[in-house]
């Protein structure tokens, strides 16, 4: 049923989420994912400072 998704159901797809979200919506939710991965990756690696300073108290 859903083989293989070829560049015409994409570009189809892709003009159906458009017309039912809108420009400015679309915008909007493409930031906010941006923003949440940022924040993402921003914990790991606060994570990982954390964890590097503990082993340096550890070896003292």
């Known amino acids: 049923?859903?083989?293989r998704f070829g560049l015409p159901?994409?570009?189809i797809?892709?003009?159906i989420v458009l017309l039912l979200?809108?420009?400015g919506r679309i915008?909007?939710?493409?930031?906010e994912l941006g923003?949440?991965?940022?924040n993402f990756r921003e914990g790991l690696t606060k994570?990982?400072?954390k964890k590097d300073e503990e082993?340096?108290?550890?070896n003292k």
Do not use: C, N
């Not at 923003?35 to 940022?38: E, L, N, V």
């Not at 082993?55 to 550890?58: A, S, T």
């Open 1 to 3: 049923m859903f083989t």
């Open 9 to 11: 159901e994409i570009l």
């Open 13 to 15: 797809l892709l003009v």
């Open 21 to 23: 979200f809108g420009p």
């Open 27 to 31: 915008g909007k939710i493409a930031g």
């Open 35 to 38: 923003q949440g991965i940022r």
């Open 47 to 49: 994570d990982d400072g």
């Open 55 to 58: 082993q340096k108290e550890e």
